[in-house]
Each structure stands twice: as structure tokens, then as C-alpha cells.
């Protein structure tokens, strides 16, 4: 049974692209449709593009678990506030000194019944070791292709596509009694986890248990360096190893307020593009 409605995201996502020339559809897929059923579920993946030359690429993307709306929900608004920054002064001017990969609502089935796999009964953030098996993930594979080098940044090197500085996927924890995250990253990468977590902290209480999941954890930081494999092939694991990139998995606790974790969320993003934009 429906529990919310994705046509009101894509309605809400491609509103806020026709406000502002910055935002472009990165990637879409018509349909999303399995042997399991015939409902079509046309995917986007949002870009946004900075007026600065040179900018870092921050990576977003939510509701890979259905049963984890407010990531979906701070996704989308995040993309309202960079349509029409006027209207949405949260961030000033931190946010344009970017440019960023939106990827909204991964799994509308489950987002529209609240469950946590996809129409054929898969954990889509554990299906990333083969992500061409559903069309979820082959969809996330393909955007992270589809990231275009802004007209403003010199070619000369001969990159084909900007690399992602920093991704944060937006997730949800129904058992936990705090915010938390992971972080999975290569040794050589610098930690920011810590950073996040102190920023989200006033506005959200953080689980300090000593284990999650069988993990430690460290004020509300769970490290994942190189190549562990517990949990699997998440998009975490994904981006670590392809794309050579940091990745932030942040949980928010479900037994708090719907607006109040969507702040964590934004916060959480806030935290990490303050170290990007002012770095020590």
C-alpha cells in the first residue's frame, strides 16, 4: 500500500529546475520497471553547476531505503534552496561555491510503501559488487558517468568528468537512539566525520554505544577504511574504491521529529562543505 506519493518529488524537482539555468537533469532514466512489476518509476539524477571556476563536486543522494524519507525529503530541498538562493538564504553564498551531484530518491518503489527494498525484494544498497543486476543501481553506476566538466573549467588535462570531492548519503536508523555515520574512506584521505558529528550535535541528539552493527564506534563515527567488507557492496564501498572517493553514510534516528531530521541532515551537509569552503 501507498504511503506518499514520488510523482510530488519529481513535480518538486523539475519545478526547481526550470528556476534556475545551474540546474540540469545529469542523468534520467524513463523507467525503472521489474518482472515484478509494471510500474514505471523514471529516475533523476540532478547537477548543479557553479558560477566559481574550479569548484569541488559534492555528491548527494537519499532514499535508497524506502523506509528512510527524510533524506529524500532534505534531497529535494536542498535542491529548492540552490534554485532559487534569494528565497532560500540558509547557506548565503556556501552553497554556489559549489558544484553538486543530486541524486534524490533512488528507490521509489519502496518511497512510495515505505519498505526498505526495491519492487523485487532487494536490499539495493548491498547489489553495488554487480550494480547492472537491478536497474536501480545501474542507474547510480551510469550518473556517476554522466558528471559533465563545467564550459567555465580548462580541459587541458584531458579529464573526461570532474572527480567527486565528497559524497553524503542520506540514510536512517529506526534502532538507533542518535545520529551517527559512517565513514568510508582510504587512509589517505582526511577524516571529517568527527567535524560532522559535533555541528549535527546541536540540533540532534548522537549515539555514543561503543558498537553498531558490530562496528566501532567513536563519538557517532564509524571508520571504514580501504577495502573492509562487512556490510558489503554498499554505494558506500562504491565510491571508495571506483571513484576514489570519501563517503559519508549518516543516520539519523527515526524517533525524532520529522523537521528536526531533516536539519540534522542539512547540517550534516552544511559541516562538510564549511571544511571544503575554509579549509584549515
Not at 549515539?207 to 564509524?222: A, D, F, L, W
Amino acid at each position: 500500500m501507498k504511503v506518499r506519493s514520488y510523482q510530488d518529488v519529481l513535480d518538486r524537482i523539475l519545478t526547481a529546475i526550470g528556476k534556475s539555468p545551474h540546474l540540469t537533469i545529469c542523468h534520467h532514466s524513463n523507467s525503472t520497471t521489474t518482472p515484478s512489476s509494471s510500474l514505471p518509476y523514471p529516475l533523476y539524477c540532478i547537477q548543479y553547476t557553479s558560477k566559481q571556476p574550479n569548484s569541488s563536486l559534492i555528491y548527494i543522494s537519499a532514499g535508497i531505503h524506502g523506509d528512510e524519507p527524510a533524506g529524500v525529503e532534505c534531497a529535494i530541498r536542498l535542491i529548492e534552496q540552490l534554485s532559487d538562493k534569494k528565497r532560500y538564504k540558509y547557506w548565503d553564498s556556501l552553497l554556489d561555491r559549489f558544484n553538486w551531484m543530486i541524486s534524490p530518491c533512488d528507490n521509489p518503489y519502496g518511497y512510495e510503501r515505505n519498505i526498505r527494498e526495491n519492487a523485487d525484494g532487494l536490499d539495493l544498497n548491498r547489489m553495488f559488487e554487480t550494480p547492472q543486476h537491478t536497474k536501480e543501481t545501474e542507474f547510480i553506476a551510469d550518473s556517476l558517468n554522466h558528471i559533465s566538466i563545467p564550459k567555465h573549467i580548462s580541459r587541458e588535462k584531458g579529464s573526461k568528468r570532474l572527480a567527486i570531492t565528497v559524497a553524503l548519503d542520506l540514510h536512517e536508523d529506526m534502532d538507533s537512539d542518535g545520529f551517527y555515520l559512517w565513514e568510508r574512506r582510504r587512509s589517505y584521505h582526511t577524516p571529517i566525520g568527527d567535524v560532522i558529528v559535533n555541528k549535527v550535535n546541536t540540533v540532534c541528539s548522537i549515539n555514543r554505544t561503543s558498537k553498531i552493527e558490530g562496528h566501532y564506534n567513536q563519538n557517532g563515527v564509524i571508520t571504514l577504511l580501504d577495502q573492509i567488507t562487512s556490510k558489503g557492496w554498499t554505494r558506500g564501498r562504491y565510491l571508495a574504491e571506483y571513484e576514489d572517493t570519501s563517503c559519508l553514510i549518516l543516520e539519523t534516528p527515526t524517533w525524532v521529529d520529522w523537521n528536526s531530521r531533516i536539519k540534522a541532515h542539512m547540517m550534516a551537509i552544511q559541516a562538510a562543505i564549511d571544511m571544503f569552503a575554509n579549509p584549515m
